[in-house]
């Protein structure tokens, strides 16, 4: 019944055309690299943390520089929560470049509120 005069075959070869690929479906290269994304994302939000709390560590602690220190582990938790979920969102974007300007963009906060404490002192 499907080889009737060879048209089964057709159908399958038109059908095999005109059908689209699944595109939700993940490539191997495309998730080996998410899983790249994710350890160096890891890897850095550890490096910046432990270097946070270093800073923190070695300087006395007051109630102005405890806040500041959650404050600023919020900013970290919420931008490394932003990462994950834009790149759910938009898989296309290259998050591997993303990631160090974000760490960038931290470590000049940081330095930034750490001159604005020394001119007030």
Known sequence: VVLIGGAG???YIIAWIVIPKNPDQVSDE??????????????????VIKEVK????SE???HKSE???RILGGI????????FLLNGFFPWVGWN???????????ITI??????????Q
Do not use: C, Y
């Open 9 to 11: 075959v057709v159908a």
């Open 30 to 47: 495309a998730f080996e690299e998410r899983e790249k994304i994710k350890e160096k994302v890891k890897k850095g939000t550890k490096d």
């Open 54 to 57: 270093e800073h923190f560590e």
């Open 60 to 62: 006395e602690l007051s």
């Open 67 to 69: 806040k500041n220190r």
């Open 76 to 83: 970290i938790v919420i931008a490394v929560g932003l990462i």
């Open 97 to 107: 470049k993303l990631w160090p300007v974000i760490l960038i963009a931290v470590g």
């Open 111 to 120: 330095m930034i509120q750490a001159l604005r404490k020394k001119i007030k």
